[in-house]
């Protein structure tokens, strides 16, 4: 078979993109819930609907495909990058649009590069559905300008270069889930709180009229000063709210995990705190944080000077 791009996965992502890029018969994939009973019927009509075409195994894809684009679920990326280096063509472009972390990207890139295939990093930075080919992604690695050109001629239109190395696409994405992510799980801790306490639309108010509008930098420099100057006491009044939702009986998951960053931080007495943004994490990167988010410093002295 020949064929323009190669899929190895057919969920969301995959869907979505096959049909917003019309791709059609020019696509072939390979997806391992087309081999179980189960799941077989429901995967074909799938393939069906987007007019792509079935391929009968993972080697018999990888085996005849220049770029190939993974699409699998994270936890299956690596040991599915580690089985098409079996099969791969010389000079193949792999492209792994899994979210993995950088170290498991890495891994993967050593498995294709060292059966002769060439690896790229690829990062999705917005839910795949609606936008599909239209979703910005984030590249790198040594041949990421071969492979941007690739993915232009299938439909992507927003594609960006960020490096040459393996893992700093994917970095992006995984460091910027901590915000995203973390603001979801605080956003849930909180709301559900508000709710079970009866006091939602007064919270909703309350934060309507603080919120500013700043930049990220802006944001990110003000809320580190605040940390560096008050974290010890910021610590001490979030055990309290760890109380207040442990009392309502609605998770402090999130909390907790305010309270030992602000504690962390608070411990290591930067006042005045350093001006401007990246001298606050210069001088946070050289200050003694365990890998646990904990100060070095005595935590239980530093409760008691609160």
């Not at 917003?20 to 390979?30: E, L, R």
Request: charge should be neutral; hydrophobic fraction near 45%.
């Amino acid at each position: 078979m020949k064929q323009e791009v190669g899929l190895i996965g057919f969920g969301e992502a995959g869907f979505t993109l096959a049909t917003t890029g019309n791709w059609g018969d020019s696509a072939f994939v390979f997806d391992i819930k087309a081999t179980e009973a189960d799941t077989r019927a429901a995967m074909l009509a799938a393939y069906a609907r987007a007019g792509v075409q079935q391929a009968a195994s993972l080697h018999i894809l990888v085996g005849d495909a220049a770029l190939l684009l993974s699409l699998v679920t994270a936890d299956k990326a690596l040991s599915v990058a580690q089985d098409a280096a079996a099969s791969i063509v010389p000079g193949a472009l792999f492209c792994d649009f899994n979210s993995i972390a950088p170290t498991t990207k890495q891994a993967a890139a050593r498995a294709i590069e060292g059966a002769g295939g060439h690896y790229v990093d690829v990062a999705m930075m917005a839910p795949v559905a609606p936008p599909g080919v239209a979703v910005p992604l984030l590249l790198s690695g040594p041949q990421a300008s071969r492979a941007q050109a690739h993915l232009a001629a299938l439909g992507f239109t927003r594609t960006r270069i960020v490096g040459a190395d393996v893992g700093r696409a994917s970095s992006i994405k995984m460091i910027r889930s901590v915000m995203v992510k973390g603001i979801e799980a605080l956003t849930a801790e909180c709301m559900i709180a508000a709710d079970a306490a009866g006091v939602l639309d007064e919270l909703l108010s309350s934060l309507d009229a603080s919120e500013k509008a700043q930049p990220w930098a802006d944001r990110a420099d003000y809320n580190l000063d605040r940390m560096m100057v008050h974290g010890l006491r910021r610590a001490a009044e979030m055990e309290e709210v760890v109380k207040t939702l442990d009392a309502l009986g609605t998770g402090s998951m999130m909390t907790r995990g305010v309270v030992e960053r602000q504690r962390a931080i608070g411990c290591l007495a930067a006042t005045p705190p350093p001006k401007g943004l990246k001298e606050k994490l210069q001088h946070l990167s050289t200050a003694s944080i365990q890998s646990d988010g904990r100060s070095h410093k005595n935590v239980d002295a530093s409760r008691e000077k609160i």
